[in-house]
T-cell receptor
Framework: GQNIDQPTEMTATEGAIVQINCTYQ??????LFWYQQHAGEAPTFLSY????GLEEKGRFSSFLSRSKGYSYLLLKELQMKDSASYLC?????????FGTGTRLKVLA | KAGVTQTPRYLIKTRGQQVTLSCSPI?????VSWYQQTPGQGLQFLFE???????NKGNFPGRFSGRQFSNSRSEMNVSTLELGDSALYLC??????????????FGPGTRLTVT
């Protein structure tokens, strides 16, 4: 079957580090995307992993383990503007399977 | 380069009516995907069009249909609207198509309310 799981909600403090996990199960898996969606706005691209390992992009990093069907998004030096939903999406042949999103609240 | 545009942005319809939503992708993008987003279900894939052909379809009833024109613009239609169809409908365009390494660019969405 096809399934993606990620926590519904997380809370962290400004300046801290937070890790958002995502597990997936999908046939014909190609790669794993992470998107950020602020309330009332459209999702915007954050990262893409196709090979195992860590991809770093400034304060954001994303990790993928294909054998474990597991990915995480790591956000460092959290800022208030990072309060948003984070969506992971597994891609396969002609398809994107999105998780329901993790709502991150950053507290001052 | 202009982003993905969707019209209308907001729509209120009555149960039983039908609705047509429009999406214009980023210039040069040939893939257009449609999603339904609700608070409880997240982003649910409706269908994807590439070069005027539907390449993939999600698990939605036949009341949901779509098409793509030669200029890559796409429309989706929902007939016999139900209260549960109230949602944000997002369109996303991609350079090549879903399943590959190309990210999707989302439009602002159409907020449909069915009363």
């Amino acid at each position: 079957g096809q399934n993606i799981d990620q926590p519904t909600e997380m809370t962290a403090t400004e300046g801290a580090i937070v890790q958002i996990n995502c597990t997936y199960q999908t046939s014909g898996f190609n790669g794993l995307f992470w998107y950020q969606q602020h309330a009332g706005e459209a999702p915007t691209f954050l990262s893409y992993n196709v090979l195992d390992g860590l991809e770093e992009k400034g304060r954001f990093s994303s990790f993928l383990s294909r054998s474990k069907g597991y990915s995480y998004l790591l956000l460092k030096e959290l800022q208030m503007k990072d309060s948003a939903s984070y969506l992971c999406a597994a891609t396969g042949t002609y398809k994107y399977i999105f998780g329901t999103g993790t709502r991150l609240k950053v507290l001052a | 380069k202009a982003g993905v545009t969707q019209t209308p942005r907001y729509l209120i319809k009555t149960r039983g009516q039908q609705v047509t939503l429009s999406c214009s992708p980023i210039s040069g993008h040939r893939s257009v995907s449609w999603y339904q987003q609700t608070p409880g279900q997240g982003l649910q894939f409706l269908f994807e069009y590439f070069s005027e052909t539907q390449r993939n379809k999600g698990n939605f009833p036949g009341r949901f249909s779509g098409r793509q024109f030669s200029n890559s613009r796409s429309e989706m239609n929902v007939s016999t609207l139900e209260l549960g169809d109230s949602a944000l409908y997002l369109c996303a365009s991609s350079l090549v198509g879903t399943g590959g390494s190309y990210e999707q660019y989302f439009g602002p969405g159409t907020r449909l309310t069915v009363t």
